[in-house]
């Protein structure tokens, strides 16, 4: 796998709003436990308004979010910068790229090694202090966070995973046949290089990751909080409905009306819900 600079730091090109937020975002590469330099920003938030009260400023100081993107995503990406602009109205905020995708290095195993840039990121967030950690992934990367909290239990206090798959291999939606062909050719991946500055790895998974669907009777007790929409034209219903079934009464399910797919689809109205749902059910 290649290897992007490591040890750099260098000032996130997010700007606070001077008004909120009185502290700069801090960006930075991480390190994943196979080695792989994950490029990772840190935004302290904005509830710092001195008129909240101070149980409200409090809990937004002990709250932070790590946000998964999903495949061909990044951490500057408009639609990733908006989640956590959102989401920093209820407390700090991570953003990183997977492994292949934007600065980081190495190459996307769609999935499986993430897990281990994931934890890298979880670590580092709660390296700042916050007592609370809250774990939100879209699509690809909702499928990593519900894996992350199972392999790594007692790590994250809460899970909202959107438009995830529960179970590998699906090929039932043409955007999902795209993909596959997009991973699994070398004219696909070639396409993923340089159009979606997506680099993919070669090798299939060997072995097979857990699913999904496995992974989430492992999340408990962690709240749980499984999100989709109703339009989704990558993973239909019975993804969510698989998920939730497997997560049992610690698991929430929303199905969203009109809603398609990952963060492009979430607008602000819904990400602040998942906010408030995770101020509340992170303790």
Known sequence: MSNGPAGHVARSAVRPNSETSRRAPIRT??????????????????VVYESLPDTVRTAARDLVFVIAHGFTGEADRPHVRRVARVLRRHGAVVTFSFRGHGRSGGRSTVGD???????????WARGF??????????????SVVLRHAALYPGTVDAVVSV???????????????????????????????YGLRTRIHHRAWDPVP??????????????????HGDRDGYFPL????MLAGAAGEHGELWIEPGMGHAENAADDALLARIGDWAATAAG
């Open 29 to 46: 590469f991480l390190h994943s436990a196979d080695g792989i330099p994950i490029d990772s920003v840190y935004d302290p938030g904005a």
């Open 113 to 123: 090694k993430e897990v281990l840039d994931l934890a890298a990121a979880v670590a």
């Open 129 to 142: 202090g916050h007592a609370r950690v809250v774990t939100v992934g879209f699509s690809m990367g909702g």
């Open 163 to 193: 438009s995830a798959p529960a179970r590998w291999y699906y090929r039932g939606t043409a955007p999902m046949r795209r993909l596959h062909w997009l991973v699994t050719r070398p004219a696909g991946r070639l396409v993923g290089r």
């Open 210 to 227: 857990l699913s999904p669907a496995e992974a989430v009777p492992g999340i408990a007790p962690a709240p749980l909080l499984i999100v």
């Open 238 to 241: 019975d993804h969510p409905r």
